[in-house]
């Protein structure tokens, strides 16, 4: 049997800014994936720290992955979000790459996750941004809610990493040295939360 393929969309919490590579959370999960016995290779990511929606569409371009994947991950927004988007412009851009990540899964939505935009207002780089981090919250807040109600349309799977984030983002064992993009093990968390979702969308497929 041939291992499972699994490709990773996303930005800097995908490609794991200021982390080794087996620390992102895809690599992780792929490990553990492989520990409960599935045959998995190790993921191809597309992501890049500080793209939006649109720099992933060209990302991914520029990439150009062949598919099909048995598995494809997204996780996009929040640098929407920090360049002042409304949640009407991402809602389009997300549901477009959504599209898109499908198609890369050979055009099943059950082999799709997606991931909720962790919540940066709640980082000391949030804190001391000057900007009001209970307003990035509310924003971040309904990004997900769009990015959840179109999963739930397209019967896609969303895993909300959100509340944990928000709970334990600003926490510093949960930090790079940036004060800002999450520790290897925030990313270890998100895998954890991520795994029965995988698991249980690679054993359908």
Not at 34 to 57: N, V
């Amino acid at each position: 049997m041939k291992p499972a393929r699994y490709l990773a969309l996303g930005d800097s919490y995908t490609i794991g800014e200021g982390l080794a590579a087996e620390e992102r959370w895809p690599v992780s999960l792929a490990a553990a994936l492989r520990r409960d016995g599935l045959a998995i290779d190790p993921p191809q990511i597309i992501a890049t720290t500080g793209w939006t929606t649109d720099e992933l569409d060209a990302g991914i371009d520029a990439a150009a992955p062949r598919g099909p994947f048995d598995l494809v991950s997204l996780l996009i927004g929040v640098n929407d979000q920090y360049r002042g988007r409304d949640v009407t412009a991402y809602v389009h851009a997300f549901a477009a790459l959504l599209g898109r990540a499908t198609g890369f899964a050979g055009g099943d939505p059950g082999r799709v996750f997606v991931l909720a935009i962790p919540d940066w207002g709640v980082t000391p780089f949030g804190m001391q941004s000057g900007r009001d981090v209970a307003a990035i919250g509310r924003e971040l807040d309904a990004y997900n809610a769009a990015a959840q109600a179109i999963c739930a349309a397209q019967n896609v799977a969303f895993v909300d990493i959100a509340p944990l984030s928000r709970a334990r983002g600003g926490e510093p064992g949960m930090l790079a040295d940036d004060g800002l993009h999450p520790s290897a093990a925030l990313h270890a968390e998100w895998a954890r939360l991520a795994l029965p979702v995988a698991r249980g969308l690679l054993s359908r497929a």
